[in-house]
């Protein structure tokens, strides 16, 4: 047994550990009538010399406590100078700079703390801080243990995987190693940051934009549209895609490379359709671009080798998987006492033992469950800012807002950064929109399927402590930074009824607990008894099964699939479509190795082959759409070849576009490709069609509740909205977007193939305008220069030209006044952050 195991199995530590862990948690709840009377004295000194011997160990639970210590000793007020020292040093020795620069910034430590260190244990302090700290252009950067293990990685090996708690620091590792890369290189350098949703793109652009102002350096394009000029390959380019954008990237541009390529969230490997499409775009980006270096970062994965596996034999992999801990985090149980609705007991949960901490009481009686959470994060929430509330539909985000709204006193509504949100706000999503209401006192509501310019705000002033509740749904769980003092949540899912699972339960507590503003973070769960899955408190991590190895593994389901008459017409199982697509993309690349699926498949494939007439070239370009529906397609624009011209899709702005082509090209689709009822044809044509023109969400939301409104006249304006925002992304944007493409190269081909190359020619290329919301070029590259949809339409209101491309845009703006276009003041802080006028 190590000196750290040894000491943290001493009863006596154990005994005086569990007393300061129950102070440290009990002094977060400011309303809390605590219970524990019986306390031991502390020996802060023997206590002190504990975590010193645990702060070297690799373990969680010894990090965990050595943290505790620290900081619980900084906070005591009647502790001496010589123990505030002592815990200095041990934050050094977890190499937690963050958390030291905080207790400087609180004056629980002097600035000049090292000067009372005696000599042989400064040496420490000195050579910790030279082995950590890595040099970028304008500044030294230090690197706690964990970053410092994966930096070496990243640089020695060729194929690196990641695995590191939320508040570990992966982020910022990731950024910085890059910017060390790109200094380090004397030509151009091009990477593909894949994150797992849209949601987190305009972030990680974010992120990578402040932090190459702070480096100066300025020769670096980020994009996140993939649609590029060839003077674009000629810089140092960050592209941060998802998979899909990744993908149209590499069909537009077939000859592109790059360098380095890291996967974010890699651990959405083993989600369904899209990991299988990720996996088929890491595939085909290490087939293509054998000298990538590739970096795979995720959250708590027990595996992480598991995503160097399968790839190509000689390249040099390095798994890093670590526990290393930033932030203490408290798991606590809120449950109602017997016979008594409005109080509630709450229990600190550790390992062993529930410990009772005291209770709180209620506002009033929590008739709902909805009314409950609220009432509790209203006792609990930390008084300044800090609050997230986890909800499991953006309804109950909603509705949660404005139960908090009734129960809180504060008054924003004079707060100027507040009042642009709102107006913002008003502007870009609804007038009567209910954000702009819970916004006056200091609550938001935030989702994917939101504005990006609103959300980003949102984030900033919830980072800024300006927002004091944050009520989020599972955006959260894809990466979006967020961290937080306390987290609530009521038996959380992801989507409709799947329970989170114990990575996605930790991924999501992660954010309790903000590195460099607070010590601690506390991860309060409602009535836990009912949850259907309660997380395990050992932080056990999972293993990644990738999504194709669990087909494979159940390999007579998908032969089912095929023999059956399912994939003749359009998507119903949408695994096994991506499934099969995958499969016979290999199959026709005579890259199908597995012996074993070979065997069992190949018959299948070898008869569908030979009736499948498509050029190998369409079926790649549209992966997860079943090769003998694409045919089907095919087949019927040759039985109505002499009517062909009104399936030929018209430009959004033309006169009667709906009526006349995109009802049409509607019923076609989900007929032949997506599976989908026809009963929508003419709402969801009108909506793309009012997408691309550029059109404001308000207009398409006020157009859509006078639709809604004629049909059912008590349907709410707030479910409006939300279906509005959750079509426009999930519809127009996604599945539109995908199987629309697919369609126009099945026509193109027919076209071309029965001579009609003029026709063919003429045909719009709708992914980019569907997938931007613009059909007009101006917009499009003022969107690629950063923008935001909505600054991009308002700004090219101004602009007399439609077909200006990125230089143009720049040079229009540095020209023009933007302060006198009644932008919002967020519309010109955000076309500031992204050009230099």
């Known amino acids: 047994m190590s000196l750290p195991d040894k000491v943290f199995s001493l009863p006596s530590f154990k005994r005086q550990l569990r007393q300061i862990t129950i102070d440290s948690c009990s002094s977060s709840f400011h309303n809390l009538s605590t219970t524990n009377s019986n306390r031991e004295p502390i020996d802060w000194s023997n206590l002190l010399t504990c975590a010193s011997m645990l702060g070297n160990s690799s373990k969680h639970d010894h990090l965990e406590a050595a943290l505790r210590i620290a900081h619980t000793c900084l906070e005591n007020k009647d502790l001496s100078t010589a123990h505030k020292t002592a815990a200095g040093v041990i934050l050094d020795s977890l190499t937690n700079q963050p958390a030291i620069k905080l207790a400087i910034k609180r004056h629980l430590l002097k600035s000049d703390f090292t000067e009372d260190i005696p000599l042989p244990l400064l040496f420490d302090v000195t050579k910790r801080r030279v082995e950590h700290t890595i040099f970028l252009k304008e500044s030294e950067i230090y690197l706690n243990a964990f970053q410092k293990d994966a930096f070496d990685k990243f640089s020695s090996a060729d194929v690196v995987s990641v695995s590191a708690p939320t508040s570990a620091g992966k982020s910022f590792i990731l950024y910085h190693a890059l910017m060390s890369f790109i200094s380090s290189r004397s030509r151009p350098t091009r990477i593909v940051y894949i994150v797992p949703t849209r949601a987190l793109i305009s972030q990680v652009e974010k992120d990578f934009q402040t932090i190459l102002s702070s480096q100066k350096i300025s020769d670096v394009l980020v994009t996140s549209v993939p649609k590029l000029d060839a003077v674009d390959f000629e810089k140092n380019l960050i592209c941060v895609f998802t998979q899909e954008r990744l993908h149209w990237l590499m069909v537009n541009h077939p000859n592109v490379s790059f360098n380095y390529m890291i996967v974010d969230e890699a651990q959405k490997i083993a989600e369904g359709s899209r990991g299988i499409f990720l996996q088929q775009k890491i595939e085909e980006v290490m087939r293509l671009m054998p000298d990538i270096k590739v970096i795979f970062s995720s959250p708590l994965t027990r595996n992480p080798e598991i995503l160097l596996q399968d790839l190509e034999v000689g390249k040099k992999k390095a798994p890093v998987n670590t526990e290393y801990v930033a932030v203490n985090q408290n798991l606590i149980y809120v449950s109602q006492r017997p016979k008594a609705t409005r109080i509630w007991n709450l229990e600190l949960c550790l390992q062993n033992e529930r410990i009772d901490l005291g209770s709180v009481e209620l506002e009033s009686?929590?008739?709902?469950?909805?009314?409950?959470?609220?009432?509790i994060a209203s006792r609990l929430a930390s008084k300044d800012s800090g609050n997230i509330i986890y909800m499991n539909k953006p309804a109950y985000a909603e509705k949660v807002s404005n139960i908090l709204f009734a129960l809180t006193n504060e008054d924003y509504s004079e707060n100027q950064e507040i009042k642009s949100l709102i107006e913002l706000s008003r502007k870009s999503i609804h007038r009567n929109f209910l954000l702009n209401k819970v916004?006056?006192?200091?609550?938001?509501?935030?989702?994917?399927?939101?504005p990006l310019l609103v959300r980003e705000q949102i984030e900033n002033l919830f980072e800024r402590g300006i927002i004091k509740y944050l009520i989020c749904t599972s955006t959260l769980l894809e990466g979006v930074n967020l961290p937080a003092k306390n987290i609530f949540l009521r038996k959380p899912t992801k989507g409709a009824g799947h329970p989170l699972n114990d990575t996605e339960f930790w991924n999501l507590a992660g954010r309790a607990g903000r590195l460099g503003k607070e010590f601690q973070g506390n991860i309060i769960c409602i009535d836990p008894d009912s949850w259907d899955s309660i997380p395990d408190i050992d932080h056990k991590k999972q293993d990644v099964v990738k999504a194709l190895d669990q087909i494979s593994s159940k390999m007579q389901t998908l032969l089912a699939y095929l023999n059956s008459d399912e994939i003749e017409k359009g998507k119903t199982n949408s695994t096994l479509e991506w499934a099969f697509a995958y499969y016979y993309s290999k199959y026709r690349k005579n890259e199908l190795d597995n012996s074993q699926v070979l065997a069992q498949l190949k018959p299948f494939f070898d008869g569908l082959s030979s009736r499948i007439d498509l050029p190998d070239e369409i079926l790649f370009r549209n992966p997860g759409i079943s090769p003998a529906a694409q045919q089907n397609l095919l087949e019927h624009f040759r039985s109505k070849a002499d009517a062909i011209d009104k399936y030929i899709p018209d430009y959004p702005e033309s006169e009667n576009a709906v009526s006349n082509s995109y009802v049409t090209i509607m019923g076609i689709i989900n007929r032949f490709l997506s599976g989908d009822s026809e009963k929508r044809n003419f709402y969801q044509a009108l909506l793309v069609v009012n997408w691309m023109r550029g059109y404001p969400l308000p207009a398409l939301i006020d157009k859509n509740y006078e639709y809604e409104y004629k049909k059912n006249p008590k349907k709410s304006l707030d479910s409006v909205i939300r279906e509005t925002m959750r079509d426009v992304e999930e519809f127009a944007r996604f599945k539109f977007a995908k199987y629309s493409s697919c369609y126009i190269d099945i026509l193109r081909f027919f076209?071309?193939?029965?001579?009609?190359e003029n026709?063919?020619?003429?045909?719009?290329?709708?992914s980019i305008w569907l997938e931007l919301g613009v059909s007009q070029q101006t917009q499009v590259s003022l969107i690629a220069l950063g923008l935001s949809r909505q600054t991009?339409?308002?700004?090219?209101?101004?602009?007399?030209?439609?077909n200006l491309d990125k230089e143009d845009c720049i040079q229009w703006l540095r020209k023009n006044d933007i302060h006198s276009l009644q932008l919002s003041n967020i519309m010109i802080i955000e076309i500031k952050s992204h050009i230099e006028l």
């Open 365 to 375: 009686r929590p008739l709902s469950d909805l009314k409950k959470v609220a009432l």
């Open 439 to 450: 916004l006056t006192k200091g609550i938001a509501f935030h989702y994917g399927n939101m």
């Open 751 to 756: 076209l071309q193939q029965s001579g009609q």
């Open 759 to 766: 026709k063919a020619n003429e045909i719009p290329n709708l």
């Open 792 to 802: 991009s339409i308002t700004l090219s209101e101004f602009i007399a030209d439609d």
